[in-house]
């Protein structure tokens, strides 16, 4: 199994930027088994949508509302996944998860908790 701890949320103003960490942990086979990192958000009201996603080879894939705007990275060493978000937006704020999926014999999928991010206009 793999335990996932997202930080770096937070109050900003609109314009301004975050760093979300997310670090996983768990066995070695599971870890060494990580084959995409991601983050995902969920507004109130409104269903979790993907916002960025990269895998093990480093391509990556954003929505179309991030993109330009967010960047997102991978510390294979450190097993952590980041988000850098710039030019923050009101639309931005939510609760932001990290994902990731293993793939072994079978695909899993994990969550973590989830970090709030709110954008102040």
């Known amino acids: 199994q793999v335990q996932l701890v997202e930080s770096g949320g937070g109050l900003v103003q609109a314009g301004g930027s975050l760093r979300l960490s997310c670090a996983a942990s768990?066995?070695?086979?599971?870890?060494?088994?990580?084959?995409?990192m991601g983050w995902y958000r969920q507004a109130p009201g409104k269903q979790r949508e993907l916002v960025a996603r990269?895998?093990?080879?480093?391509?990556?894939n954003y929505a179309d509302s991030v993109k330009g705007r967010f960047t997102i990275s991978r510390d294979k060493a450190k097993n952590t996944v980041y988000l850098q978000m710039n030019s923050l937006k009101a639309e931005d704020t939510a609760v932001y998860f990290c994902n990731v999926v293993v793939i072994t014999t079978t695909v899993s999928g994990y969550w973590g908790q989830g970090t709030q991010v709110t954008v102040s206009s």
């Open positions: 768990g066995t070695t086979f599971s870890i060494n088994s990580i084959n995409t």
């Open positions: 990269i895998t093990s080879n480093g391509s990556t």
